[in-house]
T-cell receptor, first 109, second 116 residues
Framework: GQQLNQSPQSMFIQEGEDVSMNCTSS?????WLWYKQEPGEGPVLLIA?????ELTSNGRLTAQFGITRKDSFLNISASIPSDVGIYFC?????????FGTGTSLTVIP | DTGVSQNPRHKITKRGQNVTFRCDPI?????LYWYRQTLGQGPEFLTY????????KSRLLSDRFSAERPKGSFSTLEIQRTEQGDSAMYLC??????????????FGPGTRLTVL
């Protein structure tokens, strides 16, 4: 199956700091998705990207679809305690979806 | 409609027992997906339905696993003769698929299975 690697694996930051994380793939994707998952819950879609080079924002979140179509980036500005969770990238190949390994974010008040 | 729902939220069973989980998707969504998620990993695709037809199955879906979506609405996932390695969170997602468009998936809260 597809390999989606996310980095960093975990982050501990102070409230108010900006956060950057990325996702790389072993092959090309035509769509990139970013999800957030909180403990005991299912993932929630944050941002969807459909075109190489696309930059999309959702509030304090900004995601970019890499030009090579093998990577994507997620930035969170001015982090707040409720940003805590695990962030997953995902991409479809045919009708199957592949998820990354996740980046765990801890925000220290 | 408040989103995708799954029942039960938690299930503890003994090895060798059969378990069944239910997923109720968002009502107008024609696609339904099942995933398995183990601790520290992202969700892994198991299978998906387009209406009542099961169109794709992952090699992760052993013959002890069976999924149905009898009327194209809710779906059930059954695991027979459970093993300790089946312990995981089982997630359901649904989407609306249309020609030429991309279907964004919405996830339920999951069923956490513990096999003793």
């Amino acid at each position: 199956g597809q390999q989606l690697n996310q980095s960093p694996q975990s982050m501990f930051i102070q409230e108010g700091e900006d956060v950057s994380m990325n996702c790389t793939s072993s092959s090309i994707f035509n769509t990139w998705l970013w999800y957030k998952q909180e403990p005991g819950e299912g993932p929630v879609l944050l941002i969807a990207l459909y075109k190489a080079g696309e930059l999309t924002s959702n509030g304090r979140l900004t995601a970019q679809f890499g030009i090579t179509r093998k990577d994507s980036f997620l930035n969170i500005s001015a982090s707040i305690p409720s940003d805590v969770g695990i962030y997953f990238c995902a991409g479809p190949t045919g009708n199957q979806f592949y998820f990354g390994t996740g980046t765990s974010l801890t925000v220290i008040p | 409609d408040t989103g995708v729902s799954q029942n039960p939220r938690h299930k503890i069973t003994k090895r060798g027992q059969n378990v069944t989980f239910r997923c109720d998707p968002i009502s107008e969504h024609n696609r339904l997906y099942w995933y398995r998620q183990t601790l520290g990993q992202g969700p892994e695709f198991l299978t998906y339905f387009q209406n009542e037809a099961q169109l794709e199955k992952s090699r992760l879906l052993s013959d002890r696993f069976s999924a149905e979506r009898p009327k194209g609405s809710f779906s059930t996932l059954e695991i027979q003769r459970t093993e300790q390695g089946d312990s995981a969170m089982y997630l359901c997602a649904s989407s609306f698929s249309f020609v030429g468009g991309y279907n964004e998936q919405f996830f339920g809260p999951g069923t956490r299975l513990t096999v003793l």
